[in-house]
Nanobody, 124 residues
């Protein structure tokens, strides 16, 4: 019923920038928090940034001042602008969102959805 699809990943040099996008589609009634996570090789998945439906944001300490999360509610899309990227930020970046899904004309069900991930490689 609902899909999240990331785009914008790729190869970037240390100190460079990338912008990730994640679009939600399907029978969406509303979207609450939207988040970006990342998982580096051999490491656990970690939360990077969160944005509420009203635009309040939170970041993991390691990216504060370099990453910016934003969203376009009309497009059901969340973005992650990443600047001054570091070698150790090579990872698969995942989009995650709390979505209220419409089923038929009267039923709405809340769920947490993930995108398939986008590879970001920081290398010279």
């Amino acid at each position: 019923q609902v899909q999240l699809v990331e785009s914008g990943g790729g190869l970037v040099q240390p100190g460079g920038s990338l912008r990730l996008s994640c679009a939600a589609s399907g029978s969406i009634f509303s979207i609450n928090d939207m988040r970006w996570y990342r998982q580096a090789p051999g490491k656990e998945r970690e939360s990077v940034a969160t944005i509420s439906s009203s635009g309040s944001t939170n970041y993991v300490d390691s990216v504060k001042g370099r990453f910016t999360i934003s969203r376009d509610n009309a497009k059901n899309t969340v973005y992650l602008q990443m600047n001054s990227l570091k070698f150790e930020e090579t990872a698969v970046y995942y989009c995650n969102a709390d979505i209220n899904v419409r089923y038929g004309s009267s039923r709405i069900s809340a769920g947490c959805y993930w995108g398939p991930g986008a590879q970001v490689t920081v290398s010279s």
